[in-house]
């Protein structure tokens, strides 16, 4: 460790190029010289500060296997000090050297720098369902992304042995984001872990139960949800703010609440009036996850954010408020035709967003719902995780997917 410090005095671009190039490689190759640790299993959490609803089902799933051992390691990208990053980082090659099994589920190009040994499984287990707006190599050269070359240079995806899909339909935008043309089999339609919550009665019911408690302001109405996207960059991400709050309220306030969730990359969310404090309630860095606030809510308004492929299992009005579309289309794109896509009203006004809660609490149809789920979300059905687990583990762990008919 004692040449740490010296070294993180050099600039950050110049420090980032040489641990991928030449420090982080070197430190694996090195750890990698001890034999593999049999059953040894190593979740990596890229950015978040504890077991994400990414990788919860899996982790508890394998839990019950006797023969296999079980950690989870924290980078902290984004979170923490430029030096503990990189601590970490060093810590987590070492212990990924000798495992059999490591899980991701975000973009890592640490884990992606080094020479994978033989024996080592790198599971992709994505954050996201679907595919909605670009990322990965599916951005280079557009205003969001970096160019291609740099991309290229320190890819964020390669090492991987799988990578799991919500639906076969989307499996060649994932093969296109994660530059993996020259090994499309690797990316497969065995679900979603993450979705098989809401096929549990008991966590829709205990998720309510559990907003209302956390938002006792909410006094027994309905939930609104507001969950939109990003817009600009990750280190400088900003949440929307053309959400007439006061209109809504207006409206709806006797027997609706509006709970809002911007994306945790957002550090500041917009303000909400004071005069809508006991109608509308910003929880964007609480403890409510955005999987137990789907299930509490009885309608979601959206705008580009993939969390409305998960919602669609619920199969509840959903709404997308896009009064940006045309300037985030053009800085980042989007792999489908946006108005074909949507599976519900998009609207550029808080009014029209009205008239549609005004409809939907009057009949609401699931059609279009349905047939989006069935598009986009296909291997979602309560299994995935126990799909994922037999083709990692085989033979080496219990089979616990249902029998025909079940």
């Known amino acids: 460790m004692s040449i740490l410090k010296p070294l993180l005095r050099i600039p950050k671009r110049l420090m980032r190029e040489f641990c991928l190039s030449v420090w982080y490689p070197r430190v694996y190759r090195r750890a ?33 296997e006797s023969g296999l051992s079980l950690s989870v390691l924290f980078l902290g990208e984004s979170r923490v000090r430029y030096t503990q990053y990189h601590r970490n980082c060093l810590a987590m090659l070492r212990e990924i050297a000798t495992a059999p099994y490591v899980f991701l589920n975000d973009a890592s190009n640490v884990v992606s720098c ?24 599916s951005t280079a050269d557009l205003k969001f992304g970096g ?4 991309k ?67 006094a027994g109405r309905k939930i609104l949800l507001y969950a939109p996207t990003f817009r600009g960059r990750v280190a400088s991400a900003e949440g929307p703010d053309q959400l007439d709050i006061e209109r809504l309220k207006q409206e709806f306030g006797d027997r609706w609440a509006l709970v809002i969730k911007h994306h945790p990359f957002v550090k500041q969310p917009p303000a909400i009036p004071d005069s809508c404090r006991d109608f509308a309630f910003d929880v964007t860095h609480g403890d409510l996850a ?24 619920l199969r509840r009005p959903l709404a ?29 006004t808080t009014e029209e967003l009205v008239a549609w809660l005004t409809a939907a609490e009057r009949d609401f149809d699931a059609m279009q719902i349905d047939a989006f789920r069935e598009k986009f979300m296909s291997a979602c059905d309560g299994h995935a995780t126990e799909r994922i687990a037999q083709v990692v583990f085989g033979s080496a762990i219990a089979t616990n997917l249902p029998t025909e008919g079940e």
């Open 32 to 64: 990698a010289r001890q034999p593999l640790v049999p059953g040894k299993v190593v979740f990596v959490e890229v950015r978040e500060p504890k077991l994400s609803d990414s990788f919860k089902l899996m982790h508890e799933r394998l839990q019950r």
């Open 290 to 313: 955005i999987d137990e606030l789907m299930a509490a809510s009885s309608a979601c308004i959206s705008d580009y954010s993939s969390l409305v492929f998960e919602y669609s299992l």
């Open 147 to 150: 160019s291609r070359k740099q």
């Open 114 to 137: 080094v020479p994978l040994r033989e024996g080592s499984q790198v599971v992709q287990l994505w954050h996201g369902c679907g595919a909605f707006k670009k990322w990965g190599m």
């Open 320 to 348: 997308f408020f896009a009064y940006d579309r045309a300037d985030y289309d053009d800085w980042r794109g989007f792999y489908y035709d946006y108005d074909e896509l949507t599976p519900g009203p998009v609207c550029t």
């Open 152 to 218: 290229l240079r320190h890819p964020f995806y390669s090492n991987l042995s799988l990578v799991t899909t919500s639906s076969p339909e989307v499996n060649w935008a994932y093969i296109e984001a994660m530059h993996l043309e020259d090994m499309p089999q690797v990316v497969q339609a065995l679900g979603v872990s993450r979705t098989d919550i809401f096929f549990r009665p008991d966590f829709l019911q205990r998720s309510h139960a559990r907003v209302e408690k956390a938002l006792p302001g909410i």
